[in-house]
């Protein structure tokens, strides 16, 4: 099996990556770029989903049995590596919502079993060849599918059929230059249906998404930190967030704009011994009569462990 793949700056990107049109019909999660994240991602994940969190939020030394866990509002993430350095517990961002992504590893440490709790998902790969996934089978509410991968030089195809052989869905994954630049599903009638676009700049990180009807553009300062993302939607409205970084690299100012109007984010925190944050205090300013004021203050934990 020869294959061409980088994912250097892909993970980063997870929360804009997934972001499904929920106008259009639900998908299966694309197994075969589900599987290579638990086995090469990092923890450089970009949690879109509110603008408030710090790049860093779920940042550790990618080593054995360390985790951290984050509360937010409501909302919980989680990312922990295993024995083999690889993630063991991950967030992945699809149909507009955080979903745990918990992974089970063989003896050579490859991923084996892939759960999604939340939405009673279970994963397993049948059969590799050549440390890559070849059969896997998929199961929810009694809904059982099987995934057959294709790999060629530049690319990778997914089938997915019924437990009657009738085939369901069809991804197909294509690499420019050894990175990932689109996902596509394949309707029945053949036609190519793109679910997201990457582009990527001289160093190789990622310097635009395209998901249906958005494009998110990413800037970066010179230690490849993001200082800049831009997204506009499909109606051509424009939100903007810029970053600002201490000597530390911690983000301490966020302004933009987002939904039509100025905003600004500072932020303070709280360390252990280790040198880890473990508390952001966030103070929001938002937009009254043109001008922007204090507004409340938004508390940020993070929990750092060894298992």
């Given amino acids: 099996m020869k294959r061409c793949i980088s994912y250097l700056g892909l993970f980063f990107y997870i929360s804009v990556l997934f972001a499904a049109e929920p106008s259009k019909p639900s998908l299966k999660v694309p197994l075969f770029l589900l599987w290579f994240q638990a086995q090469n991602g990092n923890s450089d994940i970009f949690l879109s989903d509110s603008p408030i969190l710090p790049p860093d939020i779920l940042s550790i030394p990618q080593e054995p049995e360390m985790a951290v866990s984050v509360s937010y509002d409501k909302a919980q993430y989680e990312l922990a590596y295993d024995g083999f350095y690889r993630r063991s517990i991950f967030p992945l961002f699809w149909e507009s919502k955080f979903n745990t992504i918990r992974v089970k590893r063989n003896e050579a440490g490859l991923p084996v079993r892939i759960d999604l709790p939340d939405e009673k998902i279970t994963i397993v790969v049948t059969e590799y060849l050549d440390n890559g996934p070849l059969r896997c089978q998929y199961k929810k509410d009694g809904e059982n599918l099987f995934v057959l991968l294709r790999y060629w030089e530049s690319g990778v195809e997914e089938s997915w059929y019924t437990e009657t052989g009738e085939l369901e869905t069809l991804y197909e994954y294509h690499f420019s230059q050894g990175n990932l630049g689109q996902i596509s599903s394949i309707s029945q009638d053949g036609s190519v249906v793109p679910i997201t676009i990457m582009d990527y700049d001289a160093h190789n990180l990622v ?96 929990t750092i462990t060894r298992r």
């Fill in 207 to 302: 310097s635009s998404v395209t998901n249906g009807q958005s494009k998110f553009e990413f800037l970066y300062d010179g230690k490849n930190r993001i200082r800049l993302v831009r997204e506009i939607a499909a109606e051509g409205s424009l939100s903007e967030r810029n970053f600002q970084y201490d000597e530390r690299g911690l983000l301490v100012r966020q302004y933009g704009r987002l939904k039509m109007e100025n905003f600004e984010y500072r932020y303070k925190y709280s360390f252990d011994q280790r040198g880890f944050w473990t508390s952001c205090t966030v103070q929001a300013w938002n937009e009254q009569f043109g001008r922007l004021i204090p507004s409340t203050e938004i508390q940020i934990n993070r």
